[in-house]
Every structure is written in structure tokens, then in C-alpha cells.
């Protein structure tokens, strides 16, 4: 084959394989950054693993070249030669070898597989967090606070986070690659339970890992890890009492079309994601990121604006319903969005 035409087979190979590895580039959403104890007891059981098979691999490819070329057949080589098998020392070998292998496995793993399970429920110096999954966002309840919130789980740096882990319909998944491994909630009502700590301040992608419907992708979260005295001044203001809209009109059509299923402060209903805070938010609807710059100005306004103007484009099969469709104006909605997107916390 002409060089030129290996180059026209290898350049395309070479194309999709960059592509691929250009998709692992995020740092926030890989378990190859560990941020957090049991995370990095996680990547060193991976490196662990992969250098034992490295070695193996090395020393089984460079025995099979060696017998390949050393014993070739020859043109001298005319009978059949000498059958030998059942050699005892070797069956020995290779038979301890890989034993030794698995047990240098087994007990590191087995060690930080119950450690990962470890379960702080009774501890009295946890944080106890209830998430709840739902069709596409994430709920956490705060027990020992009298506090739920949505989408952002605000934790205090260096404690141990216990998780009570359920379901409101669906399998979902709970994962923050950076912190810890995945958790299962299950729709068979039992409930999941594991621990982690972020001992740094910093904010901390989560994803829903289990395929659950058409937004599953877009099923994100963060982790806020804060210090302890921030950690205290947003529990308190988590606890305030709504700030209502100054509008009085507005003001009842929002206590009427949202606050049946939404929460802000201590006024509204449940079913739907708590609301209290929202403009201080990572995202809108978990994907419309808030950091992002955005040539209309306020990023949290029109990421509140395209949400509540058409929920179904950003997080299609989602369970609210279109304001529009609940009989709200243009402007009405634009008011709430305004509303929402200045309703932020300092902590
Ligand atoms: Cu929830 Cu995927």
C-alpha cells in the first residue's frame, strides 16, 4: 500500500479518536480529579487496578513476541515438534501468580467499597440529607433543619454528608464524579444509603446516571461545598420568609399558578422544586448555566425568561406545566422571571 493511501485510512481514525478524547476535557465531571476523600480512595483503587493490569499485559505480550519469533517455524523444520504439557512448575506458576494478583485486588477494594457504604445515619455530626429524585430534578431535605431545597445542595466543607437516597418515580442516579461514586434510587421504595465529604470550598457537577427519559442528560446538579460559617448563614436564610412581588396583581397570579406546587420561603406548596433562592442558583433548570456571559446582560434573568416562556424546548418530557398554558401573559410571565431571577440568597 502507498503511504499515502495508509495516511487516507489512519487520518480519519485518528479524527473520531481525538473527537472522543476531546469529550473527557471537562474537569468539574471526572472521577480522574478527585475532590474528596472517598472519591480518592475511588481513583486509587482504578490506578491500582490498571497498573497491575499494565504490568500484566507488558509481561504476557513481551513473552508471546519473544516465543513467536524464537520458536518460527524454520524450512529445516520438517517433523512435528516435541509435544510437552502438564509441566507441573509451570502450572504452579501460573496458577499462584494470578492469585497473588486477585488478593492484592480484592482487599483494597473490598476495604473501600464499605468504607464508600459507610453509614453516618446515626452520626450525630453529619449533616443528614433526603434526596429525592424526580422526573428530570433533584430534591434534598435537610431533617435535622427543616429545610428542602432543589438542584444545589449546599454542604459545609470537611463534614460528613450521610444520604438517605428515594425515588419519586423512576430509576435515577446520583453522581458527583468528583466527590464519590454513583448511587442508585430505586422505584421499589427501598432506600439507598452513602456518605461523602468535600473538603474543599467549591462548586461540584452532579448528573443523573441512569437513563430515565428524554431529559436524563440534562438531569445535572451541583454540590456547593461552603465554609461552616456560610453554611450557617444560608440555613438561616433559607428559613426567612418569602420576599413577595411588589406587583399585587402579579403577586396573586404567582401565589395562584406557582405556588400551588412550589415553595418560596415559608409560603407555597409541594410537589414541584422549591423555589427559595433560586436567583443565586448554579443554573435554571439545571442546563441554562447562570455563569455563562449572555449578550442580553443579566444571565439569570433570560435564562429565568426562556424556561418559564417554554419549559418543554429547554428539558423536553419535563412535569411543569407552560405558564402559557395556565392562561399567563407575556408580560406576566416576563414579571415572574424577573421576580425569580433577583430572588437570591447571601451566604
Ligand atoms: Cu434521572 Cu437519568
Not at 33 to 53: E, H, N, T
Not at 220 to 231: A, D, Y
Request: overall charge negative.
Amino acid at each position: 500500500m502507498k503511504r499515502w493511501q495508509v495516511m487516507k485510512r489512519l487520518l480519519p481514525m485518528l479524527a473520531i479518536f481525538s473527537l472522543l478524547m476531546a469529550g473527557c476535557g471537562r474537569d468539574d465531571l471526572s472521577v480522574l480529579r478527585p475532590q474528596g476523600p472517598v472519591a480518592q480512595g475511588q481513583f486509587d483503587l482504578i490506578k491500582l487496578s490498571i497498573s497491575i493490569m499494565l504490568v500484566v499485559l507488558v509481561i504476557v505480550f513481551a513473552i508471546s513476541a519473544y516465543v513467536i519469533v524464537k520458536f518460527r517455524r524454520r524450512p529445516e523444520h520438517k517433523d512435528m515438534p516435541e509435544q510437552v504439557e502438564g509441566n507441573f512448575k509451570l502450572e504452579i506458576i501460573w496458577t499462584v501468580i494470578p492469585l497473588i494478583l486477585v488478593l492484592v485486588l480484592a482487599v483494597p477494594t473490598v476495604k473501600e467499597v464499605f468504607a464508600f457504604g459507610e453509614d453516618h445515619a446515626n452520626d450525630k455530626d453529619a449533616i443528614q440529607v433526603k434526596v429525592t429524585s424526580h422526573l428530570y430534578w433533584w430534591e434534598f431535605e435537610y431533617p435535622q433543619f427543616g429545610i428542602t431545597t432543589a438542584q444545589d445542595l449546599i454542604i459545609p466543607t470537611n463534614k460528613n454528608i450521610a444520604f438517605e437516597l428515594k425515588t419519586a418515580d423512576v430509576i435515577h442516579s446520583f453522581w458527583v464524579p468528583s466527590l464519590s461514586g454513583k448511587m442508585d434510587t430505586n422505584p421499589d421504595g427501598t432506600i439507598n444509603r452513602f456518605s461523602f465529604s468535600a473538603p474543599k470550598e467549591g462548586v461540584y457537577r452532579g448528573k443523573c446516571a441512569e437513563l430515565c427519559g428524554p431529559s436524563h442528560g440534562f438531569m445535572e446538579f451541583k454540590v456547593k461545598s461552603v465554609s461552616p460559617e456560610s453554611f450557617e448563614t444560608w440555613k438561616t436564610a433559607m428559613k426567612a420568609p418569602m420576599v413577595a412581588i411588589e406587583d399585587k396583581a402579579l403577586a396573586e397570579t404567582f401565589k395562584n399558578q406557582c405556588l400551588t406546587c412550589h415553595a418560596v420561603g415559608d409560603q407555597g406548596g409541594v410537589g414541584g422544586p422549591s423555589l427559595t433562592g433560586i436567583g443565586s442558583r448554579e443554573a435554571v433548570a439545571s442546563i441554562l448555566l447562570n455563569s455563562e456571559t449572555n449578550d442580553e446582560g443579566n444571565p439569570v434573568v433570560e435564562n429565568m425568561k426562556e424556561w418559564l416562556h417554554d419549559p418543554q424546548s429547554v428539558k423536553p418530557g419535563n412535569k411543569m406545566p407552560a405558564p402559557k398554558d395556565l392562561g399567563l401573559t407575556d408580560a406576566e410571565i416576563d414579571g415572574i422571571a424577573e421576580y425569580l431571577a433577583n430572588y437570591k440568597l447571601e451566604y
